[in-house]
């Protein structure tokens, strides 16, 4: 006989169990507030319907002596630590199949959780008098209740002003005063690492454009990383709300439709600033989140999500590109319009592809004042001194280096160079490196980014046929070949600054641990999509870049 699928349905809610007792519990739990299972710790006052869950929260008044070797959390013992564990794993199997959410997960406890957070159905309800809260868990009502608890939890750290309400944020809030950043991004040449998994998780999504919040109102097809930056955006749906919520403060007239509004606007009124910056040695703080995003965005991010139609600028805020944008509005009717190519000292050519520069100026002095800054070699090394702030940084970090040397070279042998030049040289030579390498290391800092492989070819091959005229013969040449200046890869705008670049110069020196025979030469900060430089990407192949190719070991940005 063919078993039947029994369901128990609540006559007071719309849940439904496999089991009665599984509805018995729910009718005792959630509509009676019935507990016969009482915690005896003193000041625990948690209880239970079951005699297994007291069991299981009894583990929580045990000392914690398990630790987890990668993040350091404690545990009462291996079982939970197991449990855990989980969280470092680098896959999530566990996948929401709700459509538009596509959140993945550790564990299969976890993912059950957050799907009953798509059903919208809050079983659990505050008890405090009037209070209209409730949770998809029990887990949130019994975090809300802190709010009615009014307990003030503050940072123990000397001279730090902190107080939460909850201690979950104070948890969260006593890593910024840790130095330990254990949560690493494993995207190559990204080198950021975090305090805590959720910080590094919202990072990632900088690097993989997910967008896992979308706006449901109807016609609107904006997508957000957070569930915060989708909430804030879900206001401008609603212009038209009730606005009962208003400021109690003195000579405040703000009001609000809801009451979380009315508590975000409070902070105007307070002096703490519990958002606090945790890059090393910044000592940046804020009132709200999103001021703290913001300066995370300006000040220690490379990131250009905002580009300009018009042209190859890009900006980190939606700001600073309207103010851009506004630039191009007013110099639409100027009548002096530049003719060069954008950041460089050739004339612009539409036939060769090239990007043209967008200045316009209102009279001829101006145009000329602009051509003299922004489009000779002069203008661009006066403005950037890119050069000399390099020797500065080796200096600063002990770097031996000499300049004189590449002019006692001369590098006479240097024959054939684009524009009837009769020498080619770098700018600075690393004489510490032939002891630790057995090789010559160069680098040159190169204002325009050669866009043309037959040259760059030349150049190359004259320098080491120069180093091979001299008591170096035979030595392997190591060349780094740097841009100190904005670039493009895989179609994506970047502005770093010079600190940045020269940084990553000497990371990529010191992880070079041999040099093969010959000429070898290194890219760093050079336009170019994957992990070839743009200047191997003639519209037609040649021996030329097919021979340059052969020489590049690295290509980093």
């Known amino acids: ?45 948690k209880q239970y319907a079951e005699e297994s869950r007291l069991i299981k ?22 079982r939970q630590l197991a449990s855990h564990k989980v969280v470092h794993l680098q896959t999530k199997p566990f996948k929401c199949n709700i459509t538009g959410c596509g959140k993945t997960f550790a564990r299969s406890g976890d993912l059950s959780k957050h799907k009953k957070r798509h ?28 709010v009615h608890e009014k307990k003030e939890y503050r940072c123990d750290f000397t001279e ?12 969260t809030h006593k890593k910024s005063h840790s130095e330990e950043r254990s949560f690493l991004c494993d995207v190559i040449n990204c080198l950021k690492s975090f305090k805590t998994q959720s910080l590094l998780t919202i990072h990632s999504r900088i690097h993989t454009g997910q967008k896992d919040y979308i706006c449901k109102f109807g016609g609107c ?12 955006h879900a206001v401008i749906h609603d212009k038209d709300r009730e606005k009962n919520f208003k400021c109690e403060m003195p000579d405040c007239d703000a009001v609000f439709a809801t009451k979380r509004e009315l508590h975000v606007h409070g902070v105007v009124h307070s002096d703490a600033k519990p958002f606090k910056c945790e890059t090393a040695n910044c000592g940046y703080s804020a009132k709200r989140k999103s001021a703290l995003l913001v300066h995370m965005t300006t000040t220690h991010s490379d990131e250009r999500p905002f580009p300009c139609e018009h042209c190859p600028y890009a900006s980190k805020t939606k700001a600073d590109l ?12 100027y009548e002096f319009e530049c003719k060069m190519q954008h950041g460089t000292t050739e004339d612009w050519d539409l ?26 070699e002069e203008g661009i090394a006066k403005k950037l001194k890119s050069e000399q702030k390099f020797a500065e940084f080796l200096t600063e970090n002990d770097i031996p280096s000499d300049r004189d040397w590449t002019n006692y070279m001369n590098f006479k042998m240097c024959a054939g160079i684009e524009g009837g030049s009769k020498s080619a040289r770098p700018d600075f030579f690393f004489p510490a490196e032939i002891e630790r390498l057995n090789a010559i290391v160069l680098a040159e800092i190169d204002e325009m980014q050669h866009p043309n492989n037959l040259c760059e070819l030349r150049r190359m091959q004259n320098i080491y046929g120069s180093i091979q005229q001299t008591e170096y013969c035979g030595k392997p040449v190591l060349y780094f070949r740097i841009n100190p200046h904005h670039f493009r890869r895989n179609g994506k705008f970047y502005d770093r600054s010079l600190q940045h670049c020269f940084e990553l110069f000497l990371t990529t020196l010191k992880s070079i641990t041999s ?27 040649n021996e030329y870049a097919k021979a340059l190719k052969e020489c590049v070991i690295l290509n980093v940005y």
């Not at 010959?518 to 519209?539: A, K």
């Open 160 to 171: 730090c002003s902190f107080i939460t309400n909850f201690t979950g944020s104070l948890r």
């Open 57 to 78: 929260h009894m583990c929580t008044h045990q000392a914690k002596t398990v630790l987890c070797n990668e993040c350091g959390a404690s545990f009462v013992d291996a």
């Open 351 to 376: 036939k060769d592809g090239s990007v043209k520069c967008w200045i316009r100026c209102k009279t001829k002095l101006d145009m000329q004042v602009h051509i003299a800054n922004h489009h000779t």
């Open 322 to 333: 309207k103010y851009h944008m506004d630039r191009h509005e007013e110099q639409k009717n």
């Open 515 to 541: 040099v093969k025979p010959g000429l070898n030469l290194v890219y760093i900060q050079y336009d170019g999509t994957d992990e070839c430089p743009d200047i191997f990407r003639d519209d037609e192949p």
């Open 221 to 232: 097809t904006k997508a957000f990383s957070t569930s915060g930056d989708l909430v804030k």
């Open 119 to 146: 059903t919208g159905q809050k079983h659990y309800k505050c008890d405090f008098p009037e209070c209209l809260f409730a949770g998809v868990e029990k887990g949130d009502v019994d975090k809300h209740k802190q």
């Open 1 to 45: 006989m063919e078993k039947k699928n029994i369901i128990f349905k609540c006559d007071e809610c719309t849940k439904v169990y496999k089991g009665k007792s599984s509805l018995n519990l729910h009718v005792m739990t959630i509509h009676r507030g019935i507990f016969n299972f009482p915690c005896q710790i003193e000041g625990c006052g």
